[in-house]
């Protein structure tokens, strides 16, 4: 029996994780479990799958849970960091979204765990600090990003020397051979639809702007060493391939299924093993056409944005995905329009250029960080609030010339 912890359950991954754990319950054990705000949900996921502890973002969620409920729920981040390690859990499901990720996910890491590693963000920010942490500690992460769990199987067992090339797939998102005039009127409610996946909001808007794809190849850097010289994108609007690596000799191994975020979770959860019929058959006879096309950076420059943070290094992912963080959050409250989201990214980039270090010294030493890998997890949260405190000013900008 597995005994698994999920953080950010009522999530989309974390719905997803429990649907595939409640088919098998011959195999998985709940222990533990986390949640931002949705208490409704939460309650219930408790009720029916009976975890030993669990921890929400903010003590009065966590009050009334404790008068409805018979275990033990804490509460904030030392909550969740104490769910994320707790001691009876073999497999640790980090999938809460964002910045929000990072601590709870490094926790479980620290623990030694297992981590099935959907929240992409921790290795954005703070990617050299966990997979060397996973190593110190003993850690195993598997990828739970369909693209990163594609190359995961692919990579299997073979030598880094033979690959010469990660080929990371995109689906487009909505708004794929739009022109910018056209991106300029897009909606929310059209960003939110996406033709293929059904995520979270911030994701589905970051699948929209492409920068989704940018923080993916930041990813698969730090979870399978290739430069960022090495990883390409190709849009694939079927999102049936999930990703490919090439090899020296020029040949390609691709994974495929369909676009069912519960494969590359059954997968995490049972690996190195593979379960039965996780998800729906892949028909490739009823599929007529798998196309591949160059992303336009032109009309999506956040994957551009995301290339160049990943060649600066140090302190710049991070500030390129807490300015992104601001930048959606304003674009969902519909503050902003579509076209504002990489401007107030590029900018808050361009002002981390060139004020860092000059007029910001950090005991840290964030000026002389920035250019090198990132060690301390003190800087890493330091760019982090710098750059939100500069994305929002910027923001602030925006609506006052409108
Ligand atoms: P979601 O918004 O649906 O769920 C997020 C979860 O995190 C919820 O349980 C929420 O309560 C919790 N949460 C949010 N803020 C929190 C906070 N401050 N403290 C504690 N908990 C908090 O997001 P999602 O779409 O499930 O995505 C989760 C992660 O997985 C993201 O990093 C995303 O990039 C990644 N991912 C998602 C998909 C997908 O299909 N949804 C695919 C690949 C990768
Ligand atoms: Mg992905």
Redesign the pocket.
């Known amino acids: 029996m597995k005994l698994v912890t999920i953080l950010?359950?009522?999530?989309?991954?974390?719905r997803s994780a429990l649907e595939v754990i409640s088919k098998r319950r011959d195999r998985f054990k709940v222990v533990g479990l986390?949640?931002?705000?949705?208490i409704t949900l939460f309650e219930e996921q408790i009720k029916i799958f009976e975890p030993e502890m669990a921890a929400v973002?903010d003590e009065a969620t966590a009050l009334e849970l404790r008068k409805r409920l018979n275990i033990k729920v804490l509460s904030g981040n030392e909550g969740?960091a104490e769910v994320a390690s707790y001691n009876r859990s073999d497999f640790v499901l980090s999938?809460?979204?964002?910045f929000?990720?990072l601590l709870p996910t490094l926790s479980a890491v620290r623990a030694g765990k297992t981590v099935g590693l959907?929240?992409?963000?921790s290795l954005v920010v703070a990617g050299d600090i966990v997979m060397g942490d996973a190593a110190k500690y003993g850690s195993k992460i598997i990828p739970?990003?369909?693209e990163h769990s594609a190359i995961f199987q692919c990579i299997e067992g073979r030598g880094r020397n033979s690959i010469k090339r990660i080929v990371l797939t995109a689906s487009g998102g909505p708004f794929f051979g739009s022109t910018r005039g056209e991106l300029g009127k897009v909606t929310l409610e059209d960003a939110l639809k996406h033709p293929n996946?059904?995520?979270?909001?911030?994701?589905t808007i970051?699948s929209a702007t492409l920068m989704?794809k940018g923080l993916e190849v930041i990813e698969a850097h730090h979870l399978f060493g290739f430069s960022q010289d090495d990883i390409d994108v190709l849009i694939h609007p079927q999102s049936i391939v999930h990703s490919m690596i090439e090899f020296k000799d020029r040949s390609y191994l691709a994974q495929l299924s369909v676009p069912d975020?519960k494969g590359p979770i059954a997968y995490a959860l049972s690996y190195p093993e593979r379960l039965e019929d996780p998800m729906p058959v892949l028909d490739l006879s009823r599929i007529e056409k798998l196309t591949f096309r160059k992303p336009d950076t032109e009309c999506f420059p956040c994957l551009l944005y995301a290339y160049e943070a990943a060649k600066e290094g140090g302190t710049m992912p991070a500030v390129l995905n807490a300015a992104n963080e601001v930048a959606v959050d304003a674009f969902l409250q519909k503050r902003i329009g579509f076209n504002d989201i990489p401007v107030i990214i590029k900018d808050t980039m361009n002002s981390h250029r060139k004020e860092v270090g000059t007029t910001r010294p950090h005991p840290g030493g964030l000026a002389e960080e920035s250019n090198r890998a990132v060690r301390e997890i003190d800087v890493v949260i330091e760019a982090d609030r710098w750059a939100r405190e500069k994305a929002k000013a910027i923001l602030m900008e925006i609506g006052d010339k409108r």
Do not use: L, P
């Open positions: 950010g359950s009522t999530g989309s991954i974390g986390t949640a931002g705000s949705n973002a969740i999938a809460i979204v964002g929000a990720g959907a929240n992409k963000e739970v990003d369909s996946w059904d995520m979270g909001r911030k994701i970051d989704n975020m």
